[in-house]
């Protein structure tokens, strides 16, 4: 072999982000595929693309119904926290039980299945025979058309129409190179599922040097971090990137930072310009997190379960920073292969582990019961009576409608048709189910965002319909304003526990219109104590006002 060029003086070189060693809890898989051979002198792993394809299948299908031991250790911290609210509380204990449920292998854990996020690095003397990217996604394809997961990937069939692609696909892919000896016969992954909410909560800001300052810095992170709202499912994940040689690797950074990829990273800078964690920031950060009474979705102290900051080198006139989160559906796994085999990270088995003995003390306030099968009047009425942050148990029948619903009934109301009789008497519940498993009423069934339907609501409830609306996240101040002036109501679910809500609260499914728009069709759902909490009231009070 060649021996390295000599360096001249003053040369100083560092990887930009030099991690440490690892730390991951691996399971070796049966999964064949994976040989060594010989190469001048040196081994060569050499990887059959149909172990790609296993690998993928078997790592998606993990991580969309279990989750990491210690997320769920941070749940049950809420619970055995006086301090934290009893709303925090019961957030937390919905979430441990829809890991329970979710970790049955049949309901994903979140009804948005999400984007298929492939992130690796390849040795540089390991041989994939044919083509990975190919060979991964089929794994993905495998996986969702297989399993009980969501199809949410849109193509592109011109500028303005799109149609679902069927199976998930395509992947996003980011395989780097891994230089050196240093694992060269090696290949480490990770497998992301990123559901649209959390996604949609990673912002960069092209800032300056001058909020380069301990007090700057803090009062930036708090005003940018309440604008995260909870549409995303907190408690979060909370990753934060300060600087970065390029606006993409800001947010490359932020997403890696998200799922615990650096961890790992040195705590001190060098001249040399890699990346650093800053312990003590992220200290500052979860504190100020803890104090703006947001909390685990409807007021309290569990906004974030954990905060990274991580600050990179930059050009002397940028200054990028990145914010993102990673939400209660914490989706990421790791996964190598190695001349030993294919190993999988081992995520939790058995969540059951992390719930209390007894959960009454853990459920704070008696909920208020309301019968969604009274007439209209007489359910805005009862809801009239009470505050917001109101812990509400649904019973009765509601109505499904999202994204494209919503754009359908729009066009009836403009060619002056009205709206139809099911969305002005019952509740409107903005979600979309995955598939339902076979003996299953329904597949995983929790809310989306709210904020993507605020601009029917004027309209709709103007003519009579939306005036109870149930869903996930914060609305603008056009919502409140017609919750007032028209009488009507929205009502925060949990976001997170789909599977929980599928099987326990959701007792039957059917299509009213639109069959051919899949799972954005208009359902009817009959629901049993379904929980949630009155966000905006009658009188336009609403529990996250200032927030935007």
Not at 93 to 98: H, P
Request: net charge negative; aromatic share 8%.
């Amino acid at each position: 072999m060649n021996a390295p060029m000599p360096r001249p003086s003053g040369f100083l070189y560092a990887p930009m982000f030099p991690l440490g060693p690892d730390q991951t809890v691996w399971q070796k898989l049966p999964i064949s595929g994976v040989s060594v051979a010989q190469c001048d002198g040196q081994s060569v792993l050499r990887v059959a693309p149909e172990a790609l394809t296993e690998l993928a299948f078997q790592a998606f299908h993990e991580v969309s119904h279990k989750l990491r031991p210690a997320h769920l250790a941070q749940l049950r911290a809420i619970l055995d926290d006086p301090e934290a609210s009893p709303n925090d509380r019961f957030v937390a204990l919905d979430l441990l039980k829809n890991a329970n449920i979710a970790a049955g292998g049949v309901l994903p854990m979140c009804q948005d299945t999400g984007t298929a996020i492939v992130f690796g690095k390849k040795g540089q003397r390991v041989w994939v025979q044919g083509d990975e990217e190919e060979a991964l996604s089929y794994g993905v394809h495998r996986t969702y058309t297989e399993t009980n997961l969501r199809y949410s990937q849109m193509a592109p069939l011109s500028m303005f129409e799109e149609v679902n692609t069927g199976n998930n696909l395509p992947v996003q892919f980011d395989i780097l190179a891994s230089p050196g000896d240093h694992h060269a016969d090696e290949f480490h992954l990770m497998f992301v599922a990123k559901g649209g909410g959390s996604a949609n909560k990673s912002f960069l800001y092209q800032e300056t040097r001058a909020i380069l300052t301990p007090d700057k810095l803090l009062a930036f992170l708090e005003a940018k971090m309440k604008t995260l709202g909870t549409s995303a499912c907190p408690p979060y994940h909370l990753a934060i990137v300060i600087g970065g040689t390029s606006a993409e690797t800001t947010l490359k950074t932020v997403k890696l930072a998200s799922t615990k990829w650096l961890d790992t990273l040195p705590a001190t800078g060098s001249k040399a310009g890699h990346a650093i964690r800053d312990l003590e920031m992220e200290c500052k950060v979860l504190e100020l997190s803890r104090n703006i009474g947001i909390g685990a979705q409807f007021g309290g102290k569990y906004f974030c379960h954990d905060v990274r900051v991580i600050r990179l080198p930059r050009h002397g006139a940028s200054l990028p920073v990145g914010i993102g989160v990673s939400c209660s559906a914490d989706r990421q796994i790791k996964a190598k292969i190695t001349p030993d085999g294919v190993f999988l990270e081992q995520l939790e088995s058995d969540p059951a582990k992390y719930l209390p003995e007894t959960t009454d003390e853990h459920l704070g306030a008696d909920a208020l019961r309301v019968d969604l099968n009274q007439p209209m009047p007489a359910i805005l009425a009862q809801l009239s009576s009470y505050p917001v942050k109101t812990r509400v148990m649904l019973n009765g029948t509601m109505v499904v409608a999202r994204d494209i619903a919503h754009a359908k009934l729009k066009e009836r109301l403009d060619r002056g048709e009205g709206l139809p009789d099911y969305i002005r008497n019952h509740p409107v519940y903005y979600a979309g189910p995955a598939k339902t498993p076979a003996g299953y009423a329904t597949g995983s069934f929790g809310p989306t965002t709210a904020g993507r339907m605020d601009s029917y609501v004027a309209d709709f409830q103007a003519a009579g319909g939306s005036l109870v609306m149930l869903a996930k996240g914060n609305r603008s101040r056009a919502v409140r304003m017609s919750c007032r002036e028209h009488g009507g109501f929205y009502l925060g679910s949990v976001g997170g526990p789909a599977a929980r809500l599928a099987q326990d609260c959701i007792r039957k499914v059917e299509v009213l219109e639109y069959p051919e728009l899949g799972m954005e069709a208009v359902w009817r759902i009959e629901v049993e104590d379904f929980p949630a909490f009155i966000v905006i009231d009658d009188k336009g009070n609403d529990f996250y006002d200032g927030l935007e």
